[in-house]
């Protein structure tokens, strides 16, 4: 088993652009999870999914869009990149608790 | 709001020291967990705590959950170069399936 898988592992995006973070999760958990990381903040909740075809706002979702179209999956876009959006980005998948994490994508926007 | 508030920041032992992280939560936790996150890593899941006073150990490692069930802490004895990394406690939201709100974390450093 992959566990919970992410790509890219890294990206550089300019100002405006817009990317998706793709998420995938082969232990056929129901919950999913989108947080950032910074340095000082702990990991924040960005968006989560408490199964297919359903989505919710965490704790900072603005600039932010996820889509759960398949069980496995879980994307996360950006339509308008800005320099705070610059984090490393964790995807976690769970079938309540504990949470399991993918390695992360290292984001940069210029 | 619900807040779980984690210190020190960060730690820096000399190794064979001991070291103590602390968790607290504003609101009564059903359970808490720990998390561990290697430098360029990401957290992995360590232990969780669901009784009042529960006491857990794994190896050198000690967890404590609090009578009140407010607060926990780590306690890792003599310390190893192999410890490194930033210790994450976390407890569930109120009422709301899955989701977990995470302490800011300690950062562990160990000279040799």
């Known amino acids: 088993n992959a566990g919970v898988t992410q790509t890219p592992k890294f990206r550089v995006l300019k100002t405006g652009q817009s990317m998706t973070l793709l998420c995938a999760q082969d232990?056929?958990?129901?919950?999913m999870y989108w947080y950032r990381q910074d340095p000082g903040m702990g990991l924040r909740l960005i968006h989560y999914?408490?199964?297919?075809?359903?989505?919710a706002k965490g704790e900072v979702p603005d600039g932010y869009n996820v889509s759960r179209l398949k069980k496995q999956n879980f994307l996360l876009g950006l339509e308008s990149a800005a320099p705070s959006q610059t984090s490393v980005y964790f995807c976690a998948s769970s079938s309540g608790q504990p949470q399991f994490f993918g390695p992360g994508t290292r984001l940069t926007v210029l | 709001g619900q807040q779980v508030m984690q210190i020190p920041q960060y730690q820096h032992v000399q190794e064979g020291e001991d070291f103590t992280t602390y968790c607290n939560s504003s609101?009564?936790?059903?359970?808490i967990q720990w998390y561990k996150q290697r430098p360029g890593g990401h957290p992995v899941f360590l232990i969780q705590l669901v009784k009042s006073g529960e006491v857990k150990k794994q190896k050198r490692l000690t967890f404590q959950f609090g009578e009140a069930k407010k607060n926990s802490s780590l306690h890792i004895t003599a310390t190893q170069t192999t410890d490194v990394g930033t210790y994450f406690c976390a407890g569930p939201y109120y009422n709301q399936g899955g989701k977990l709100i995470f302490g800011q974390g300690t950062e562990l450093s160990v000279k040799p």
């Open positions: 609101t009564t936790l059903s359970n």
């Open positions: 232990m056929n958990h129901e919950y």
């Open positions: 999914s408490v199964g297919e075809g359903t989505t």
